[in-house]
């Protein structure tokens, strides 16, 4: 495959690629067994965890065993058309992953604080 000829360049990878992916812009109706097919073919999967929850529909993290499969699967498979969906293929990055949820919840913390207190968040009107 591939992923024999990076190994033996022995090349140095980017620090934000690792072995976990995150995927986005999927088929809500795609089954574990499709994604299989379609990430398998770059290298031994260790695990697929598809999102079912309302807000993570269309969202999958797919794991492999080697860190040089993964790199593989993001290089072809980045705007890969899966049902008419154009595939985002991603390197997991928890820390960004976290700043998303807490820019959320600071988000939801300032309408309660303006709800509380009776201010509005429109912008003022030019006259």
């Known amino acids: 495959m591939a992923s024999m000829s990076l190994r033996k360049a022995n090349t140095r990878l980017p620090p934000e690629v690792n ?3 995150y995927v986005r812009n999927l088929p809500f109706n795609i089954s574990s067994e499709e994604m299989y097919d379609i990430f398998g073919k770059y290298g031994a999967i260790r695990q697929i965890r598809i999102g079912t929850s309302k807000e993570t529909r269309g ?3 797919v794991v492999y065993e080697d860190i040089y499969d993964a790199k593989t699967a993001v290089d072809h498979l980045s705007g890969f058309n899966v ?3 154009y595939l985002i ?3 997991y990055q928890a820390t960004k992953m976290g700043k998303k949820a807490d820019t959320k919840k600071k988000e939801e913390e300032i309408q309660r604080l303006q709800e509380k207190y009776g201010v509005g968040s429109a912008a003022p009107s030019k006259d």
Do not use: E, Q
């Open 19 to 21: 072995r976990v992916l």
């Open 59 to 61: 969202t999958a993290f």
């Open 83 to 85: 049902a008419n969906r």
């Open 89 to 91: 293929v991603l390197y």
